[in-house]
């Protein structure tokens, strides 16, 4: 087994930006419409880990993907919920680079105390459908033509997963989800981290 998934760093946003850059220019993968700068990368990056995971896949040394959590939404009751996303570089496709990225992120999210994880795809896109539903997604409905790019309409698809967090009760609040630093101080941080490289075919 080759490969390492670790928490990503603001030095890895030159990496992430290279396998991102695409996604912006060329497709409807990202809503985005100008390829974001360094800085921004990097920006999101600290930001992100003040909350969430954000975890890179290296081989030999090279980022060649990257997964990340954020918030769903604003209002306070929807704060046990997360959106999640992940990136991998064409050279490395089919290497299991998103399984493996995503099974890490999600025994750390379930960590945290999050019981669901939410990601949008922008259709059609067969590929990204397979790998969240290999991983446990399922559909919960579709928005019909809710962004306009490359001069056409897109539909977004929303995918909903269950977190591997202590199930709630009826009659007792959920504890509140916990940063991720908080996380990653405990004795079971690096099991979870790693529970992924498993999946890794690289």
């Not at 030095?11 to 390829?35: M, Q």
């Not at 539903?133 to 559909?139: N, Q």
């Not at 928005?143 to 977190?163: E, M, R, S």
């Not at 989800?177 to 999946?199: D, M």
């Amino acid at each position: 087994m080759n490969g390492l998934i670790r928490p990503a760093t603001p030095s890895d946003a030159a990496s992430i930006l290279a396998i991102y850059s695409p996604y912006v220019r060329d497709t409807a993968v990202s809503f985005e419409e100008e390829v974001p700068t360094l800085a921004q990368i990097e920006s999101r990056i600290e930001r992100t880990l003040q909350r969430w995971p954000w975890l890179v896949c290296e081989q030999a040394g090279e980022v060649v993907g990257y997964v990340y959590a954020s918030q769903h939404r604003d209002r306070a009751a929807y704060r046990w919920a997360v959106d999640v996303a992940a990136y991998v570089s064409p050279t490395y496709r089919r290497a299991g680079i998103g399984r493996a990225l995503y099974t890490s992120l999600f025994e750390l999210l379930g960590q945290q105390g999050y019981y669901r994880a939410y990601a949008g795809i922008t259709l059609p896109n067969p590929a990204s459908v397979a790998l969240h539903e290999a991983v446990g997604f399922g559909p919960v409905g579709v928005y019909k033509a809710v962004g306009y790019k490359l001069g056409a309409w897109h539909d977004v698809g929303w995918w909903q997963k269950v977190l591997p967090a202590p199930s709630p009760t009826p009659d007792e609040p959920p504890a509140e989800p916990r940063p991720f630093p908080l996380v990653q101080a405990e004795p079971g941080f690096s099991q979870a981290l790693h529970a992924g490289l498993p999946l890794l075919n690289l």
